[in-house]
């Protein structure tokens, strides 16, 4: 039962951000598609914007062929304007880690789960969510840390089953 909880909370690769996943790691990975997490991963939770050089890396990401959509639990009202700002489609209120949105996802994308992966900054949500969808997992650090309580506190609780070992942290 452990074990099975412990697998559970365990990304399948744990990466600094998005920006490291290039053609090289993609080939390595077996990866066509991905399903993208808004807030955090692409852009700074609530900012209009995204992150500096998630636009181009989503313009080499299109260039590769790689079939992406972004997953949020965030709001249509937060979610619309920056998804179509970068041009990617996307399910808003994903209720992650349910499997709904994550499967609804894979399903729109059209390839194999193998081929797949969910990129996310959040255990409790992203890694979860797509470990119970069947699908590979990408933990990526936080292009900032959140200075709110919650996000603190979350970030603490997300320490106490996944040990950060910067050693072990996948590069380019």
Partial sequence: MY??????????IWIKNVLSINEDFLNRHGLKG????LDNTLSMHGSPAAEAGVEQWLAD???LEIKMTVVSNNTRKR?????RELGLEFIAFGCKPLPFGIGKAARTLGLPKKNIAVVGDQIFTDVIGGNISGIKTILVEPFHLEDKWSFKFKRKIENAVFKRDYSKLERK
């Fill in 3 to 12: 074990s099975e909880v412990n697998i559970l909370f365990k990304p399948t």
């Fill in 61 to 63: 990401m299109r260039r």
């Fill in 34 to 37: 991905l399903i993208l997490d």
């Fill in 79 to 83: 979610v619309t304007p920056l998804a």
